[in-house]
């Protein structure tokens, strides 16, 4: 049986478990802290609790789940990534972007993912399984312990990495919330940022429970023909319904929304589709959303799809069509395509070869 890992549980959990072995009430603080905000590996490093409750700790709980097995660094060195193994032997990957003095961790949470976009190398090898929050927590850890070595600390926490996170909700936000504990690592909900397809019901969820996380939508198209060619989901959850839920969002929280768009050649990068697209966005202004935000990014290239990426010149005209129409839009540089650890290529290595 494996251990039950550390992460999962919460600081509650923690202390009625110290509790029921015992220990003073102020332990359980001092362990979480040790972990949390030292960053101790384990509870060996722990230096202000007492041996034999290190020994207890090490003997009930799991400091790891993920046993890093491939790391690959990109040419200009400002990407990292890295392949776990799980213990039932299924793979994640998390990617480290360090450039202008930010470190934005990238975070996976499914192995694989059951939406199935097709020019998504994480849609192509299929689901495998959602991650606890444990699981999701662990890739933080792992890499604020890494680059805490270089005087460094994580600045945001993107969950864009494999996996749709609003697929596996609950764990995401426990995660979440547990890596905002004031007594551990501390990282406000304002410097994470949630990426999701377009899971309307979630989107509404996520909307009443009005959380400061910052939210982006991966859109790509306009037109319900288009999308539900690249996105299977849209067949569910049309862009209409989509986009009025995405309204109402930013109407309840009065937060922006980012729209996400990968620029993929003839498919959905001309000038008529960013027209279409600003004047949709224009209407949804109008509507009492006035916070919005596109981002383009030149389609990363997968194997398992043949479309190739946009050229500089069409990304800076749709991006000049939208500011024409009062749409801010960025074109976000494509980073590590060396290593495969750009949007939407991640996926097992074997089969990503
Ligand atoms: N499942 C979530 C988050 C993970 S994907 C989502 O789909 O939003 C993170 C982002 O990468 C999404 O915007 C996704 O549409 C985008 N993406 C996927 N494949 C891509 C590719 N080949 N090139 C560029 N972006 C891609
Ligand atoms: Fe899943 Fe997102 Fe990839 Fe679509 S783009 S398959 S939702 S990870």
């Given at each position: 049986m494996e251990k039950v890992l550390f992460f999962d549980i919460d600081l509650d959990k923690l202390n009625g478990t110290l509790d029921s072995w015992?220990?003073?009430?102020f332990r359980a603080k001092q362990v979480w802290q040790g972990i949390y905000?030292?960053?101790?590996?384990?509870?060996?490093?722990?230096?202000?609790?007492?041996k034999p409750l290190r020994t207890k700790l090490l003997e009930e709980f799991s400091?790891?789940?993920?046993?890093?097995?491939i790391t690959l660094s990109s040419k200009d060195g400002e990407t990292t990534k890295t392949l776990f193994r799980l213990p039932d032997n299924q793979s994640i990957e998390t990617v480290l972007m360090s450039y202008t003095r930010r470190q934005t961790l990238c975070i996976s949470t499914?192995?694989?993912?059951?939406?199935?976009?097709?020019?998504?190398a994480t849609g192509q090898m299929g689901f495998r399984r959602n991650l606890s929050s444990g699981e999701i927590i662990e890739q933080v850890l792992f890499f604020a312990r890494q680059i805490m070595v270089e005087g460094e600390s994580l600045t945001n926490v993107v969950?864009?990495?494999?996996?749709?996170p609003f697929h596996n909700y609950d764990a995401t936000m426990e995660a979440i919330d547990r890596l905002n504990h004031p007594d551990g690592?501390?990282?406000?909900?304002?410097?994470f940022t949630i990426s999701t397809v377009g899971l309307v019901p979630m989107i509404k969820r996520f909307t009443k429970e009005k959380r400061q996380i910052n939210l982006a939508v991966?859109?790509?198209?306009?037109?319900d023909d288009l999308r539900s060619t690249m996105i299977p989901l849209n067949k569910k959850y049309p862009v209409e319904q989509l986009l009025n839920c995405c309204r109402d969002y930013v109407k309840t929280t009065r937060r922006r929304i980012t729209f996400e768009w990968a620029l993929i050649n003839d498919v959905n990068d001309s000038i008529e589709q960013a027209n279409k697209l600003g004047r949709r966005l224009r209407l949804f202004i109008l509507d009492g959303a006035p916070l919005c935000h596109v981002n383009v990014i030149p389609l990363n290239p997968t194997q398992g799809y043949g479309g190739k990426a946009t050229t500089r010149e069409r990304a800076i005209a749709f991006k000049s069509e939208l500011e024409r129409l009062s749409i801010p839009c960025s074109i976000r540089i494509r980073r590590g395509i060396d290593i495969k650890?750009?949007?939407?290529?991640?996926?097992d290595f074997v089969e990503n070869k």
């Open positions: 015992g220990e003073p009430n905000k030292k960053l101790k590996a384990t509870p060996e490093e722990i230096q202000n609790i007492p400091f790891s789940y993920l046993k890093p097995e499914q192995s694989g993912c059951a939406m199935g976009c097709v020019f998504c969950l864009m990495g494999m996996g749709e690592l501390n990282l406000s909900a304002r410097r991966s859109l790509h198209a306009i037109d650890a750009g949007c939407g290529q991640l996926a």
